[in-house]
């Protein structure tokens, strides 16, 4: 009985470790989908992080600024350990003695009740900064989600071209062995077996340069997800470029005021021009005198040195408004006034540059995505003619009308079009991506 519950026990051990090595296996290979690459990586990318950590400090900044509508209050204790009092001389023979408190306790409040509107100002810009700082946060979502899309499609690329890298090696090793034969045949001579061999010491570093290209790639697209690294194979496939996507676009008739409109970042830089004119409005408060009202309370002991003896404490109060009007500071208000009008011109004409940037970038790239769109419609059309030349040719060899050299070259041929098809792809869609980001929208 012992043995047969062993062996049951043996069987069912044997059987959960398979089933772990299975399951472990399956999670290691499981895909990577450029769905959940988004999704990885919008939860990850430390950009994204920076963006919502500068959107929070903007608003925290807002409410600090809000807090010079609301009136100041301190708490004051004081305590003397030792004191001299000053005397005041009251005629040739009587003199008193000013008497301090040694202990007291009490309260200051302060509400600001005119200040230039150096304070409505000042809440006005950090309003304006914290819509900046939106718009920042969702142009860097749309930033990063192009850039995971732009890696993913660069890596599946890369991968695709070391495909066609190692094919092209095998190719060139297949005839290199032929043609060797051939020669010892007497059917080839040096000059083509040189010719294959120096064709073969070319692709081979290419076949390399293809391997690293697809672990740059893959290390890209890992760092834009906000991750070390990431060996998942990936799912999709390239997309195929479209010129109906971008062909009745004309960057020319969209003004730049429609562009600022639709594109994120435009609108945080204008809403920094905004707080930009808010903060020098601010800065020339310096002229206007500042009108508090104050009020005080003091609880407090001048008869002796006790802390908690009631008895000896007594109260007094101060209510009132006091007017600071500053009329000379050294300059120092006007240089910063002056500094905050040199800054609203440097904001102001960098979003000018911005906004006339705009419509060339484009132009640009809808061009760049209609040129890589008739690229590839080219290179599939090279891919069938090459395919047709490679049958054709195979079939002329074994005629004997053909060499193995101009088979070699036909499937030569093959290879740089299926790799020039792939190049195309990844250009249009590196284009078309940047195309988004300059328009402000999706295509």
Not at 16 to 37: D, H, I, Y
Not at 156 to 164: D, F, I, P, R, T
Not at 174 to 187: I, M, N, S, T, V
Not at 257 to 286: H, T
């Amino acid at each position: 009985m012992k043995s047969v519950l062993r062996s049951f026990g043996f069987i069912f051990y044997s059987l959960f470790v398979l089933g772990f090595v299975f399951c472990r296996n399956t999670f290691a290979q499981s895909g990577l989908s450029l769905t959940k690459a988004m999704e990885e990586g919008i939860q990850n990318n430390p950009q994204l992080k920076m963006s919502a950590s500068a959107l929070e400090e903007a608003k925290w900044k807002k409410k600090e600024s809000f807090g010079g509508f609301l009136p100041k209050v301190d708490l004051i204790a004081g305590h003397f350990f030792d004191l001299k009092y000053q005397q005041i001389q009251i005629s040739p023979s009587t003199v008193f003695e000013t008497i301090y408190p040694k202990t007291s306790y009490g309260a200051e409040a302060t509400l600001n009740l005119f200040d230039g509107l150096k304070t409505t100002y000042a809440n006005s810009a950090a309003d304006s900064y914290v819509e900046a700082a939106e718009w920042d946060h969702n142009h860097a979502i749309m930033i990063v989600e192009n850039s995971i899309r732009l890696k993913f499609f660069q890596a599946l690329g890369a991968q695709v071209l070391k495909e066609v890298a190692e094919s092209n090696v095998k190719t060139l090793s297949d005839h290199l062995k032929k043609a060797q034969d051939l020669l010892r045949q007497g059917e080839f001579t040096k000059v083509d077996v040189l010719k294959i061999q120096v064709q073969l010491e070319q692709a081979i570093p290419e076949k390399f340069a293809a391997i690293d290209n697809v672990y740059l790639t893959r290390k890209a697209l890992s760092e834009v997800m906000g991750s070390e690294g990431d060996e998942r194979p990936l799912e999709e496939t390239l997309p195929v470029p479209k010129e109906e996507l971008v062909k009745n676009l004309n960057a020319n008739n969209d003004t730049s005021s429609s562009l600022s409109s639709g594109r994120m970042d435009l609108k945080a830089i204008q809403k920094r021009v905004e707080a930009s004119n808010s903060l020098y409005k601010a800065s020339r408060s310096i002229w206007m005198p500042k009108v508090n009202l104050i009020a005080n309370y003091q609880y407090y002991n001048n008869r002796d040195s006790s802390f908690t003896d009631t008895s000896k404490f007594r109260n007094s109060y101060a209510l009132g408004m006091n007017l600071v009007w500053n009329l000379f500071d050294g300059g120092s208000s006007y240089a910063r006034q002056e500094q905050s009008y040199y800054q609203k011109l440097q904001i102001e004409q960098g979003s000018l540059r911005k906004n006339l940037n705009s419509t060339n970038e484009v132009e640009f790239w809808k061009r760049r995505y209609l040129n890589s769109s008739v690229l590839y419609a080219a290179k599939l059309r090279s891919v069938d003619a090459s395919k047709e030349s490679v049958r054709i040719y195979q079939n002329a060899l074994k005629a004997g009308t053909r060499t193995n050299s101009d088979l070699l070259d036909a499937e030569l041929d093959l290879d740089r079009s299926e790799a020039g098809v792939v190049k195309a792809q990844v250009d249009a869609i590196e284009a078309l991506l940047n195309l988004e980001l300059a328009m402000g929208r999706r295509l």
